[in-house]
């Protein structure tokens, strides 16, 4: 069941938030910076607002492929995975009540699970 607190407006604070923060790490900035020209940021951050509106509202706004383009990632491991999902946490549960964090966390976990899985396959590991 999703909660009524956690709408278009929810998701759009903390996909931006969680890029804010994503972009001044020291990890993951680079990796991101790399990929994401500075003009193309505002479509990347529309993008990702429609995947977490699709994965979260069912609101079929986002139709890509989300996978493909982490599997061009050069050298993406575990530790990235493990700053990516604690700057995702701090996020949601400094924007959401305890409901919509638990729903947004469950969510990124089960996904960066399985990206893990296919990235480490996709490398022969
Ligand atoms: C796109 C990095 C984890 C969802 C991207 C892009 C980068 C990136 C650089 C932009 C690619 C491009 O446009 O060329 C990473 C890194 C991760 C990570 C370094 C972890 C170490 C995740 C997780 C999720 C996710 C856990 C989902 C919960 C997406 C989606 C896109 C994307 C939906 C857009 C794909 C498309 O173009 O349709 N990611 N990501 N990422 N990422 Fe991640």
Same mark, same amino acid.
């Given at each position: 069941?999703?909660?009524?607190?956690?709408? +278009? %407006?929810?998701?759009?604070?903390?996909?931006?938030?969680?890029?804010?923060?994503?972009? /001044?790490?020291?990890?993951?900035?680079?990796?991101? /910076?790399?990929?994401?020209? #500075?003009? %193309?940021?505002?479509?990347?951050? #529309?993008?990702?607002?429609?995947?977490?509106? %699709?994965?979260?509202?069912?609101?079929?706004?986002?139709?890509?492929? =989300?996978?493909?383009?982490?599997?061009?990632?050069?050298?993406?491991? +575990?530790?990235?995975?493990?700053?990516?999902?604690?700057?995702?946490?701090?996020?949601?549960?400094?924007?959401?009540? =305890?409901?919509?964090? #638990?729903?947004?966390?469950?969510?990124?976990?089960?996904?960066?699970?399985?990206?893990?899985?296919?990235? #480490?396959?996709? /490398?022969?590991?």
């Amino acid at each position: 069941l999703i909660p009524d607190e956690l709408d +278009e %407006a929810m998701i759009h604070a903390v996909v931006h938030g969680f890029y804010d923060k994503i972009r /001044n790490d020291e990890l993951l900035g680079p990796i991101f /910076n790399g990929a994401i020209a #500075a003009e %193309a940021w505002p479509r990347h951050l #529309a993008k990702m607002c429609d995947f977490w509106s %699709a994965t979260l509202l069912r609101t079929g706004r986002y139709e890509g492929h =989300p996978l493909r383009p982490h599997l061009a990632l050069p050298g993406i491991g +575990e530790a990235h995975f493990r700053r990516w999902l604690s700057l995702f946490r701090s996020t949601v549960r400094e924007l959401c009540p =305890p409901d919509a964090a #638990a729903l947004f966390l469950d969510r990124a976990m089960r996904i960066a699970h399985s990206f893990r899985l296919a990235i #480490a396959f996709h /490398n022969g590991e």
